[in-house]
Nanobody, 122 residues
């Protein structure tokens, strides 16, 4: 499974971005997907996860109420809508796929995208 993350960019505080994670793999719907982020000099941290069917989602406290993860299995794409962005949201955002839902550590995922950079200016 090859993942391609996109949608990052420079945005002012309070703004919004929608990140996308696309794959060409035909078995995408069999994988749970998670988003992680990594700020410079810091460890990679969990942001959100979505189950294979899209019926269950889970968020880190730091983004709860500001982020929405969703998926369109027909398009082999997972989205992360981020609203009310803050400077502390600045990071490289990665999407990852794995066999089990609700994994909040990077070791729970087998496949990773290359990351898309989100920069939030104050």
């Amino acid at each position: 499974v090859q993942l391609q993350a996109s949608g990052g960019g420079l945005v002012q505080a309070g703004g919004s971005l929608r990140l996308s994670c696309a794959t060409s793999g035909r078995t995408f719907s069999s994988y749970a997907v998670g988003w992680f982020r990594q700020a410079p000099g810091k460890e990679r941290k969990f942001v959100a996860a979505i189950a294979q069917s899209g019926g269950s989602t889970y968020y880190a406290d730091s983004v709860k109420g500001r982020a929405t993860i969703s998926r369109d299995n027909a398009k082999n794409t997972v989205y992360l809508q981020m609203n009310s962005l803050k400077p502390e949201d600045t990071a490289l955002y990665y999407c990852a796929a794995g066999p089990v839902y609700l994994q909040v550590t990077p070791t729970g995922y087998n496949y990773w995208g290359q990351g898309t950079l989100v920069t939030v200016s104050s």
